[in-house]
């Protein structure tokens, strides 16, 4: 028999659990290890696993055979199922392991069930024998969570993702490393594959100029494919909130000076625009990702100095390190010490203490510079560290030890005991503001049953201490705010919230706060918090308004501080990480594990909550400081979400006004912006030349100040056209743009009702009136005529007209659809189907020879001669916008925007189906589309309730997103939106320059600030 074995299944003979069995033993003994990994722990390969049904010799006596390898496997790997329960065998084999090996070297592997239920109780708490201050052993049980793998998951997920886990724990490295190594290995492999293809066609070079060109436009293919790779990494570490590795891995997907042959992809563009915040207005707060401050392993705490300049942290390994938040440079790491790290305090003088098992550290917190250290005291039961506020650090031990250190220089100053009864230590403490009192908690170390809770109170000035007993349970939060103790108690047989694995068990917490007076513990008042989820971090808060906040789990609760009396609770909907008092809006804010930013909000007179999502998921806490420090769960870098964080290269309109970018109604042509509001009784309008980008001043339009009942029809000739119903009239207002001169003209009267129906095409006045017998009629004007020639068009009821000036027609849709061409003087009915609706969006190609219509059900397709040639249904979405137009590479096309973000792409002529893009901008409202494609650039602006998508028709990738954004200026390049200036809080009209694939990475190195890929980083992701 084999005497030694990697691994040994254990798991009930059942069909489930012998199917997971078997797929295990396989895989892992056929699982690749990389290279690196294998010449670091020197295990080339798993090479033998014992499963029973395998390994069994022919032998009557199995239980000699087991034992024999189980004490020769180095792991037992524990299939867990709803089988599991039912076998004996499993349990024993599990005691057998046991009495050789650590419960370390046991793996469990979830088949079916939750794993509270599937797990053995066996694995679930672990015996541990601790000597006391007597020199007595004693043993206790205490929780241990198992290495697990999740194999109810799919069966390539399961294998790919958590196979894994028992791999690392097998060959003994960790789990990151060795999913980091294997990604390595397929890109290496995929790129030695196209590197080997690269050499065999340089061999036949000489030979054959046509598979020289192959090679090489298959090698620029291989850079495309990196590079698309690259940019899809980046945007997930972007949503992760990592902007600066999403930075690093863009400008990786694109030409470097080492990198000159990798070509441009429209993903890498985007991807670069994305992270480096290309084309962000300042609008709102402007939460968003803008620094990461990375340490080697998990991060177990942070710490921001008093003055907000110092950002300070350490990780599992007793690393610790500074942070200038200013220039995000570190300016400390210290990774000597041996002993792990238990407390780090900014103090009042700008120095960062640091508690470790065996010292008392003190660095300058702007330099990094270690100024003094203490470890000469035995540390390793010392657990608080305080700044007292008379320049003194307190270090206090379990047995009630409290050393007074000076804080300039590290010297011992005094040192005193607190006494404390017999078998108890100093559980948790926390010291008054003023720095004179202390209070603490108490922890019976005898006994593990449920203890009465004890909250003491040590005033250091004469030694005095007052003490209060509370019901058996523990205390689990304490602080000192608005001159009383606030503390939190849990009974001992409540029944808690609890995570284990991906288990949740939620219950209604209950929590008792009480208030305190100090110097007597004489109880003020007493009530009970309730809660239902999951407990993560809990604690008090200052309102500064004679109220005090605590929170803990999903909710928060408040009470007036002298009465006890409940004046608001809140169900924050999920797990809390962080709450702060906002002294600006003068209300707490809080911060939730899924990574929403919550505050109070009072809409229609009616209280609520303000959720928004700025974080990112798995939150463990959040401090809030010039923007939002935050630490997931097993992170080993600290996320910075800042505010105000925009494109700084922003600029406004010179001598700009106020713009609501949702109150101003505005028209924008090829050489102007005018923007309208209401003064007084009265509409007017401003003026902006976005040539010169300059405001040249306000025009009144109307003495009536709604817009809802005014149409602008455009610009002729340096006068204005706008039509407008006026007590039931129609007028058409004219206004000299170069004198401000206001004419109107009575075009109709009669009832009007909504916008009017009024457009220029060229030099002709488009629009819809009523004759005196009241039919419709559709009247062209020509505007170029000083004799103001008319010609009428009798069109029955029109629902809207849509003008096309560069083929010079307008489409009529309403009772009876017709094309009318306003140069000619000639009209078309245009025949529709039965089933079709009312047209409601419409769009000719560039020559006119195709035109598309859509009643939102179906799009229709006709040719030149206005023959019916395709149809295309919508499929229930909801359509925005139809535009026809010549791409060249693939000739006529159609596109249609939906209200959901797709842009569906067809051939013009035929309506066959082409592709699909998703953009960014969305809305639930179908309206306020434009549409226009720039040949020279090739570039398609979507601009959709003020959201504007720029897609690259070359690949049909949206390349960029820009909110508030009024259009795109042709003669300039430039997009013209709504935004503030970080020194004003009033929106004004701006805009972005067009830019470059080049000023992008301009735009991205100075933000990065010199920081480059680490040399693990490149490698993990193929990067030479």
């Known amino acids: 028999m084999i005497k030694h074995f990697n691994a040994f299944i254990s798991y009930k003979h059942a069909e489930l659990d012998n199917k997971i069995a078997e797929a295990i033993v396989r895989d892992l003994e056929h699982f690749h290890i990389p290279g690196k990994i294998r010449k670091s722990t020197g295990i080339k390969k798993i090479e033998r696993v014992f499963r029973d049904k395998d390994e069994l010799p022919i032998t009557s006596d199995l239980n000699e055979t087991i034992t024999q390898a189980l004490e020769n496997s180095d792991y037992l790997i524990v299939i867990c199922s709803t089988n599991t329960k039912k076998s004996t065998w499993v349990e024993r084999e599990i005691d057998t392991f046991l009495k050789n090996h650590s419960i370390n070297n046991i793996l469990t592997v979830l088949a079916d069930g939750e794993p509270y239920d599937v797990i053995p109780k066996r694995l679930l708490s672990y015996e541990k024998k601790f000597t006391d201050e ?33 791999v690392a724990a097998i060959i003994g490295c960790s789990y990151d490393e060795l999913i980091n190594r294997q990604r390595q290995y397929k890109l290496r492999r995929m790129m030695t594959f196209f590197s080997l293809a690269l050499a065999l066609a340089i061999g036949f070079a000489g030979y054959m100029l046509y598979s020289n060109t192959l090679i090489h436009k298959n090698y620029i293919e291989s850079l495309k494919n990196q590079s698309r790779y690259l940019a899809n990494e980046s945007g997930k570490k972007l949503d992760e909130g990592n902007r600066i590795e999403a930075m690093e891995l863009a400008l990786a997907a694109l030409p470097g000076d080492s990198d000159k042959d990798r070509p441009v992809t429209a993903e890498a563009e985007k991807a670069l625009t994305k992270a480096s915040m290309a084309y962000v207005t300042l609008q709102g707060t402007n939460v968003s990702a803008a620094w990461n401050y990375d340490m080697p392993n998990t991060i177990l705490d942070f710490d921001i100095s008093k003055d907000k300049s110092y950002l300070a942290a350490y990780d599992n390994k007793s690393n610790i390190a500074i942070w200038d938040i200013a220039t995000h440079k570190q300016i400390l790491f210290d990774d000597e010490a041996e002993s792990h790290v238990k407390k780090m305090v900014f103090t009042e003088d700008g120095k960062l203490l640091v508690l470790r098992g065996d010292s008392i550290t003190a660095y300058d917190e702007k330099t990094g510079e270690k100024l003094w250290q203490d470890g000469e005291l035995e540390l390793y039961n010392a657990q608080h560290l305080f700044e007292a506020k ?149 604690g008090f808060v200052d309102l500064m308004n004679g109220n005090i906040l605590y929170y803990k789990g999903n909710t928060e609760s408040e009470w007036n501080v002298e009465t006890g009396e409940l004046t608001d609770s809140y169900d924050i909907n999920d797990s809390i990480v962080s709450a702060m008092f906002n002294p600006e809006i003068k209300e707490p804010v809080f911060v939730s594990s899924e990574g929403y930013a919550v505050s109070k909000i009072e809409l229609n007179g009616k209280k609520g909550l303000n959720e928004t999502k700025y974080f990112t998921d798995d939150l463990i806490k959040a401090y809030g400081s010039r923007g939002y420090y935050t630490l997931c769960y097993d992170s080993n870098q600290i996320i910075y979400y800042g505010v105000s964080v925009c494109d700084e290269e922003w600029t406004p309109f010179e001598g700009g006004t106020t713009f609501n970018m949702s109150g101003n109604a505005y028209y924008m042509n090829d050489d102007m912006l005018f923007v309208f509001y209401p003064e007084g009784d009265c509409l007017v309008m401003d003026k902006y030349d976005l040539a010169s980008k300059k405001y040249l001043g306000k025009s009144k339009v109307s003495n009536a100040a709604e817009t809802f009942n005014k149409s602008v029809a455009g610009v002729y000739d340096n006068t204005m056209y706008i039509g407008e119903y006026l007590d039931s009239s129609f007028y058409l207002t004219k206004i000299d743009l170069a004198t401000d001169k206001v004419e109107q003209e009575l075009l109709g009267e009669g009832l009007y009702i909504g916008a009017p129906k009024c457009e220029l095409v060229g030099d002709k006045l488009v629009y819809v009136n009523k004759k005196d017998n009241g039919d419709w009629i559709l009247i062209v004007r020509d505007l170029s005529d000083n004799a103001m020639k008319e010609t009428e068009y009798p069109c029955g009821q029109i629902s809207d007209i849509y003008p096309f000036s560069e083929q010079g027609l307008v489409y009529v849709a309403g009772e009876n659809d ?33 035109i598309a219509i859509s009643d939102t059900k179906k799009i229709l397709i006709y040719d030149k001669d206005r023959k019916l040639t395709g149809e295309i249904p919508c499929e229930n979405q909801n359509l925005s916008a139809v535009y026809c137009f010549d791409n060249g590479n693939e000739g006529g096309i159609l596109v249609a925007f939906y209200s959901d973000g797709s842009l569906y792409r067809y051939n013009s002529s035929t309506g066959e189906f082409i592709g699909k893009t998703d953009l960014s901008s969305n809305s639930l409202s179908a309206s306020n589309t434009t549409i226009e494609y720039d040949e020279s650039l090739q570039l398609l602006y979507v601009c959709h309730s003020g959201q504007m998508s720029i897609v690259q028709t070359s690949s049909w990738v949206e390349t960029a997103y820009i909110s508030d954004c009024l259009g795109h200026h042709e003669a300039t390049d430039t997009y013209i939106t709504c935004g503030y200036e970080k020194t004003s809080a009033e929106a004004k009209i701006g805009f972005f320059r067009h830019y470059t694939v080049e000023e992008l990475i301009r735009k991205t190195k100075d933000i990065l600030q010199g920081m480059e890929m680490s040399k693990d980083e490149k490698t993990i992701y193929g990067i030479e």
């Open 134 to 166: 007597k020199g007595e052993t004693h043993t206790e049980q205490v929780p241990y969570e198992p290495l697990s793998c999740d194999f109810r998951l799919p069966k390539r997920k399961a294998r790919t993702e958590e196979l894994p886990r028992l």
């Open 818 to 850: 017709m094309i009318v061409d306003v140069n000619n003087n000639e009209s078309i009915k245009v025949e529709l189907p039965d089933e079709y609706g009312e047209t409601e969006e419409v769009s000719f190609d560039d020559t006119a020879k195709a």
């Open 390 to 538: 008379t320049g003194n650090a307190l270090l206090i031990d379990i047995d009630g030890t409290v050393h007074k250190y000076r804080i300039s220089d590290g010297k011992e100053t005094e040192s005193f005991s607190i006494s404390l009864e017999e078998d108890y230590v100093i559980d948790d403490c926390v010291i008054s503001e003023d720095g004179k009192r202390l209070a603490f908690t108490t922890y019976n170390i005898t006994s593990a049953d449920d203890q009465e809770s004890c909250l003491y109170e040590y005033n250091m000035d004469n030694g005095e201490m007052a003490s209060v007993t509370l019901p058996a349970g523990h205390i689990e939060d304490m602080a000192y705010r608005d001159k009383y103790l606030f503390v939190s108690h849990v009974k001992g047989d409540e029944e808690k919230s609890v995570r284990l694995f991906q288990y949740h068990f939620v219950t209604k917490d209950t929590t008792d706060v009480y208030c305190f007076v100090p110097g007597t513990l004489e109880q003020k008042w007493m009530d009970t918090h309730y809660c239902t989820d999951i407990s993560i971090k809990s």
